[in-house]
């Protein structure tokens, strides 16, 4: 109460006063690609633009990056002092407070981090969300893209070789259009592997390429129990960013027993981080530079999809097993297995 009388009476700003129950604060300015191009330098802005100050605690930005704001982050009020009532979010606040031009430290700004990923000029929706998760505001990052943003993906990652084959880690890439070529000097892996491909280098439609263990740079190598592959175009925008695993539901052969990890129907550009758009090669050290897909003549698609025919296993406590093999390579249809009690 004394702390309240001294330093809190109407007015004085010295003591916040309360905010209503739903309170709305804004996005502002977001610089996805910096002009250093360091992606760390990156930063997106709140704006309270209101006479009272929010509390952040709990609040989330949600989308093209990943942020909890901690507890005790408050944002003043902005009304009287619009560069008051900013704060910065960055993936690295250290690299932010070292940018070469504004906004960066010494400003007296507010910046909080680090947020998990990176933005990319791929036209991201990012979402704030309150402590109850109520949608507070949202926006949409400009799109830009550069061809290989376009039209590279990751197509088979071999990243963690059977001993007993001796062979060795690779990571390959595929130019997905049928009709661009792509420019890939100054394109490098940035997380995983680093690896920069050489000025001049091109990758024509269709096309791919694979970049073995002993071209891999600075001593990297691929992570067997999975990691973050991280790829970044000549303007050091991102290209491809995502995660894999080796573990269930993800495919566990390639973790050592000899398969790869094969992107299923890459010229589609399927999502890299789901996991159902991965299986494992159809024959052991992989098939880099080629593909293993069986293509698909419009025979019966259950013999294609499957080695053999379907079993129905008695387990003896009265329940029924449905089983069947898949034939690796076979990616032209989907199978779900359905049941019915009365096949109605």
């Known amino acids: 109460t004394q702390l309240f009388e001294t330093y809190g009476p109407p007015g004085s700003g010295l003591i916040p006063d309360s905010e209503p129950g739903d309170p709305v604060v804004d996005f502002g300015s977001i610089e996805y690609n910096p002009a250093s191009g360091n992606q760390d330098e990156e930063f997106i802005e709140i704006i309270n633009a209101n006479a009272y100050a929010v509390d952040l605690s709990g609040w989330r930005v949600e989308g093209g990056v990943d942020f909890t704001f901690p507890p005790g982050a408050v944002i003043p009020a902005g009304d009287a002092d619009p560069e008051r009532g900013k704060f910065f979010l960055t993936p690295d606040v250290a690299a932010f407070r070292s940018r070469a031009s504004s906004p960066t430290g010494g400003e007296s700004r507010l910046v909080i981090g680090n947020y998990s990923g990176h933005l990319a000029n791929t036209g991201e ?25 376009q039209f590279l993906i990751v197509s088979e990652i071999m990243y963690h070789p059977s001993g007993k084959g001796g062979g060795k880690e690779f990571i390959e890439v595929m130019n997905t259009s049928d009709s ?21 280098t091109r990758l024509v439609p269709g096309a791919r390429v694979v970049v073995t263990q002993s071209q891999f740079e600075n001593g990297t190598a691929l992570g067997n129990g999975g990691e973050t592959i991280k790829i970044e175009d000549a303007n050091n925008s991102t290209v491809t960013e995502f995660a894999f695993d080796d573990t269930a539901p993800w495919p ?64 003896g406590d009265g329940t029924m097993l449905y089983s069947y093999t898949r034939r690796a390579g076979a990616d032209s249809v989907r199978l779900t297995v359905e049941w019915s009690e009365n096949l109605l």
């Open 125 to 149: 929706i990012l979402t704030l969300f309150d402590a109850n998760r109520r949608p507070v505001a949202t926006t949409t990052t400009p799109t830009n893209l550069s061809d290989t943003q």
């Open 252 to 315: 566990t052969a390639p973790d050592g027993g000899g398969p790869s990890l094969i992107l299923i129907q890459p010229e589609i550009r399927p999502n890299p981080n789901i996991t159902t758009n991965w299986r494992s090669s159809a024959y052991n050290e992989g098939n880099p530079g080629t593909s293993d897909a069986i293509p698909f003549g419009g025979e019966d698609p259950i013999a294609y999809a499957l080695v053999d025919s379907p079993r129905i296993i008695s387990t």
């Open 180 to 200: 661009v070529t792509l420019d890939l000097g100054g394109v490098r892996f940035t997380r995983g592997i680093e690896f920069s491909f050489a000025p001049g």
